[in-house]
């Protein structure tokens, strides 16, 4: 029997406007070599110049991961020679990376596990390059854009931690606003480090890398493929290669190149960046900026709020959501119909209108007003969500709509009896049914009825229990 042993590598470009080094655009674009600068193709006598926003977004994920930093920014040359790489060197940091020692704690099976993070360093990304049988073409528009590397410890153990990982820091880089992280445009990928060793074992085994993985679900296919893979050799007696290896589109790896020795990439201090001190100031400021993140306003909803974890996770799933979520309950009575409102009705009117929350017109404060007139039971709750889907569409405000087309609940009594009695009129039959044969589905029948007859106004538990009673009255009486 095997432990297993993963550590990731993941990378994650910055939104920016221009890119790391250059005043190129730095924006996605499927039209090759449109994004490009002499600095971005490594020209003679080119300068970079660092870009500002870039660093300090890479500085506040750091700081989201709970990293130890820097006092000063600067830039390390990292030498190698290859096709993707105009410059023969990449400028990226080792000497002051922008967080080591770090962790993100995610939810696992109903269990917090704590990921370390090695590291955290800013630097920029390489060119990217399309192979044919015959030729490899080039494309520079990703030539420098910014690119964070978050380096974890060999601290996973399954496919499933990985996985979770990987979408919770996703959920870091969406809450902070730094990236899309769209893995479908490669703006979020990573490389997997795999290993097995005897159960209860110190000694790590061969370490196996899996490189430029760019979906999730292809992450969780290149390791339990390995797990497979690397068990059966051990099992049969075999040696594992310390190699690179890539996935293919069925979840099958293959082996590119043996890896003997580590890369002498001779990095030095990049002569043309010279070190910019942070403040302490500085660092606060980026500090403050940091929302609360999703794991701890799950946390916060479960033991504050009263909330499942399922609910909890939906909404804290989405920054902007939360946000949304946090002000709504400020003034509700009753926080489970603001969680039924936010996670149903909230939740499929953006998605149906294909809208975000800053488009969406109803506010925390439109919402919390029309939920609170459920709590006090002068609306239905389904009356309550046709008034909104209303009043979305004719951007009103829920209550003004309520007071212009008179559609607040009946709770008069003689008022319900009134439209109960005209509905038993129309529909003797179905009265026989209950007197003679004691027919609860009569019931609900002739809720409908004044259900529609009074345009879904009436007060529903007040219509029911009036409904039985009036039944139970011609019932004596026949």
Same mark, same amino acid.
């Given at each position: 029997?095997?432990?297993?042993? @993963? +550590?990731?590598?993941?990378?994650?470009?910055?939104?920016?406007?221009?890119?790391?080094?250059?005043?190129?655009?730095? %924006?996605?674009?499927?039209?090759?070599?449109?994004?490009? %600068?002499?600095?971005?193709?490594?020209?003679?006598?080119?300068?970079?110049?660092?870009?500002?926003?870039?660093? &300090?977004?890479?500085?506040?994920?750091?700081?989201?991961?709970?990293?130890?930093?820097?006092?000063?920014?600067?830039?390390?040359?990292?030498?190698?020679?290859?096709?993707? !790489?105009?410059?023969?060197?990449?400028?990226?940091?080792?000497?002051?990376? *922008?967080?080591?020692?770090?962790?993100?704690?995610?939810?696992?099976?109903?269990?917090?596990?704590?990921?370390?993070?090695?590291?955290?360093?800013?630097?920029?990304?390489?060119?990217? !390059?399309?192979?044919?049988?015959?030729?490899?073409? @080039?494309?520079?528009?990703?030539?420098?854009?910014?690119?964070?590397?978050?380096?974890?410890?060999?601290?996973?153990?399954?496919?499933?931690?990985?996985?979770?990982?990987?979408?919770?820091?996703?959920?870091?880089?969406?809450?902070?606003?730094?990236?899309?992280?769209?893995?479908?445009?490669?703006?979020?990928?990573?490389?997997?480090?795999?290993?097995?060793?005897?159960?209860?074992?110190?000694?790590?085994?061969?370490?196996?890398?899996?490189?430029?993985?760019?979906?999730?679900?292809?992450?969780?296919?290149?390791?339990?493929?390995?797990?497979?893979?690397?068990?059966?050799?051990?099992?049969?007696?075999?040696?594992?290669?310390?190699?690179?290896?890539?996935?293919?589109?069925? +979840?099958?790896?293959?082996? *590119?190149?043996?890896?003997?020795?580590?890369?002498?990439?001779?990095?030095?201090?990049?002569?043309?960046?010279?070190?910019?001190?942070?403040?302490?100031?500085?660092?606060?400021?980026?500090?403050?900026?940091?929302?609360?993140?999703?794991?701890?306003?799950?946390?916060?909803?479960?033991?504050?709020?009263?909330?499942?974890?399922?609910?909890?996770?939906?909404?804290?799933?989405?920054?902007?959501?939360?946000?949304?979520?946090?002000?709504?309950?400020?003034?509700?009575?009753?926080?489970?119909?603001?969680?039924?409102?936010?996670?149903?009705?909230? !939740?499929?009117?953006?998605?149906?209108?294909?809208?975000?929350?800053?488009?969406?017109? #109803?506010?925390?404060?439109?919402?919390?007003?029309? #939920?609170? !007139?459920?709590?006090?039971?002068?609306? %239905?709750?389904?009356?309550?969500?046709?008034?909104? &889907?209303?009043? @979305?569409?004719?951007?009103?405000?829920?209550?003004?709509?309520?007071?212009?087309?008179?559609?607040?609940?009946?709770?008069?009594?003689?008022?319900?009896?009134?439209?109960?009695?005209?509905?038993?009129?129309?529909?003797?039959?179905?009265?026989?049914?209950?007197?003679?044969?004691?027919? *609860?589905?009569?019931?609900?029948?002739?809720?409908?009825?004044? *259900?529609?007859?009074?345009?879904?106004?009436?007060?529903?538990?007040?219509?029911?229990?009036?409904?039985?009673?009036?039944?139970?009255?011609?019932?004596?009486?026949?």
């Amino acid at each position: 029997m095997y432990d297993v042993v @993963i +550590g990731l590598e993941v990378h994650c470009e910055l939104e920016t406007n221009s890119k790391n080094f250059s005043s190129s655009e730095n %924006s996605y674009t499927k039209i090759p070599n449109i994004h490009v %600068s002499p600095v971005d193709l490594g020209l003679p006598g080119i300068l970079p110049v660092v870009n500002e926003k870039a660093c &300090y977004n890479a500085l506040r994920t750091a700081m989201a991961l709970h990293c130890e930093n820097p006092d000063v920014i600067m830039f390390d040359r990292k030498n190698y020679f290859y096709p993707d !790489l105009p410059k023969g060197y990449q400028l990226t940091q080792v000497t002051k990376p *922008m967080g080591r020692n770090g962790y993100l704690d995610i939810m696992v099976e109903g269990k917090i596990k704590r990921v370390l993070i090695h590291q955290l360093h800013l630097e920029e990304d390489t060119a990217s !390059l399309e192979h044919d049988k015959n030729y490899s073409l @080039i494309d520079y528009n990703r030539s420098g854009v910014p690119l964070i590397e978050i380096v974890t410890e060999p601290c996973l153990t399954s496919s499933l931690e990985a996985v979770t990982f990987l979408e919770d820091l996703k959920d870091v880089f969406l809450y902070l606003g730094v990236s899309e992280a769209k893995t479908d445009k490669g703006q979020m990928r990573c490389d997997v480090n795999i290993s097995l060793k005897e159960k209860g074992s110190d000694k790590l085994g061969t370490k196996v890398e899996m490189k430029n993985i760019n979906s999730f679900s292809s992450v969780k296919q290149a390791i339990e493929y390995e797990i497979k893979r690397q068990s059966e050799a051990l099992a049969n007696g075999e040696k594992i290669i310390q190699e690179t290896r890539r996935i293919d589109e069925i +979840g099958k790896t293959h082996s *590119m190149r043996e890896k003997v020795d580590a890369i002498d990439y001779k990095y030095f201090v990049d002569a043309n960046l010279p070190p910019v001190k942070i403040t302490d100031a500085k660092k606060q400021e980026l500090k403050e900026s940091i929302p609360v993140l999703k794991l701890d306003r799950i946390m916060t909803y479960q033991n504050d709020l009263g909330l499942d974890y399922y609910d909890a996770s939906v909404i804290a799933k989405n920054r902007k959501l939360a946000d949304y979520f946090e002000e709504v309950v400020k003034s509700v009575k009753d926080i489970s119909l603001a969680v039924n409102f936010v996670t149903t009705s909230i !939740l499929s009117t953006l998605n149906k209108l294909e809208i975000t929350l800053d488009e969406f017109y #109803i506010t925390p404060s439109m919402l919390s007003g029309l #939920i609170n !007139l459920v709590s006090a039971d002068k609306l %239905s709750l389904d009356h309550a969500k046709k008034i909104l &889907y209303k009043a @979305i569409e004719e951007k009103i405000e829920p209550v003004k709509l309520i007071e212009k087309e008179n559609l607040s609940q009946i709770n008069d009594k003689e008022e319900l009896v009134k439209y109960i009695k005209d509905e038993f009129t129309k529909y003797n039959l179905q009265v026989e049914q209950y007197i003679k044969e004691d027919n *609860m589905s009569v019931i609900n029948f002739f809720m409908g009825k004044v *259900m529609v007859a009074t345009k879904r106004q009436a007060n529903p538990n007040m219509t029911r229990e009036l409904i039985k009673e009036e039944l139970e009255r011609m019932k004596k009486n026949d």
